[in-house]
C-alpha cells in the first residue's frame, strides 16, 4: 500500500520546518485581503513544487478541524434515475466545484421516511447547507430542518406553508404554452396525464389546464411506484374517449401513455399530438418530434446553488439568515 504522504515529508525533501509546511498549505486569506502567515514567494513555490510531485492530499477531516468547516453540501433529489434530476444534479455539481464545495447526493423514490433519514444522515456529515426537493408528505420533515438552522434551498416545488428560499418554474405560463401548442396543431379534443402525487408542481399544472380548458377534459393520474400498468388502462380511455391531443405533466408518466398507445396501433402524433414536460429521449423517435416544455435546468442549478452559497457565507458571518426567504420563478420555454 502506497505511503500516505504528509507535511513532514514535505518539509524533509524540501528542507524547511514542518511549521513552515503549514504555514503554505493553510495560508488563508483574511479579511482585509492579505495572507495571514508571511513567506517567500520562492519558498512557498518551493514547498508547492515538492508537494506535488509527492502527490500530497490534505487531509479534509484535518482541514474542516481548522477550518470549523466541511465545505459540503447535501442535496435531495427525487429520483437520481430520471434525467430532470440527474441533469440538475450535474449542474449542481459542477457550481459546488467552482465555489469550493463537495457535494452529497441522495433521492427519495417520493418516500416522506427516506427523506427524513437522508436529511438526518446527511445532518450527522456536517454539511453546511441543503439544496432539496421535498418528498410528498414531509412538510413537518421540512419543518425540522428550517428549525435545525442549517441555510437550505428548495428547487421544483413548494409544501405548505412555504417560508424558505424557493427556485421554481412558472407552471402556469408552461401550461399556457402546452395548451396553445396543441391547439395550433389542430387538437380540439385535449386531456392531460399527470402523476398521481399532491405535489405543488403537479398541482399547479393541473390547476393552470383546468383554469384555461374548464372542467370537461379529463386528467388522468398515474402513480409514481406503478406508472406502467395503469398508463396501460388510461391508453384504453384515451382512446375510447377519442380524445386527439395529450398533455403529459412529466417524462415519465408521458413516455408510459405513449408507449402503450403505440402498442394499440396508435400513430402518435398524428391520430393523437402530444406536447410533453420535461426532455425524452423518446420524443425525437416520432415524425414530427414531440414538442415539449424544456425548464431551465442550468439556470435552476445555478440560481439554487447562488443562494445556497450566500446563505452559508452569511451564516458563517454571524448574520440572522432565518428571514431570507427569496422566490425566484423562472420561465420554461418549449422545445420543437
Known sequence: MAKNITIKDIAREAG???????????????????????????????????AQRLNYKPSSAARMLRQGRSHVIGVILSDLANIFYGTIARELESQAYKHGYTVLFSSTEEDPERFNSILHSFMEKDVEGFIVVPAEGSAKYMTELKASGKPYVVIDRYYTPHEEPLVLTDNKDAMRMAIKELQRSGATKIEMVAYSMRISSMMDREKSFREILGDGPS???????????????????????????????????????????????????KDIKFVGFDFSNVYSFFEPAIPYIQQPLPEISARSAQVLFDLIERKEKGEDISKLNEKIILKASLVK
Do not use: C, W
Request: glycine share 6%; charged share 25%; no cysteine.
Open 16 to 50: 524547511v520546518s514542518i511549521a513552515l509546511v503549514s504555514f503554505v498549505m493553510n495560508n488563508r486569506i483574511e479579511a482585509d485581503g492579505k495572507q495571514k502567515y508571511r513567506v517567500s514567494e520562492s519558498t512557498k513555490q518551493r514547498i508547492l513544487e515538492v
Open 219 to 269: 386528467i388522468y393520474h398515474l402513480p409514481f411506484d406503478n406508472v406502467a400498468a395503469k398508463a396501460e388502462e388510461v391508453a384504453d380511455e384515451i382512446i375510447r374517449k377519442g380524445t386527439d391531443g395529450v398533455i403529459t405533466a412529466s417524462n415519465v408518466p408521458g413516455v408510459a401513455i405513449i408507449k402503450a398507445l403505440f402498442k394499440r396501433g396508435i400513430a402518435i402524433q
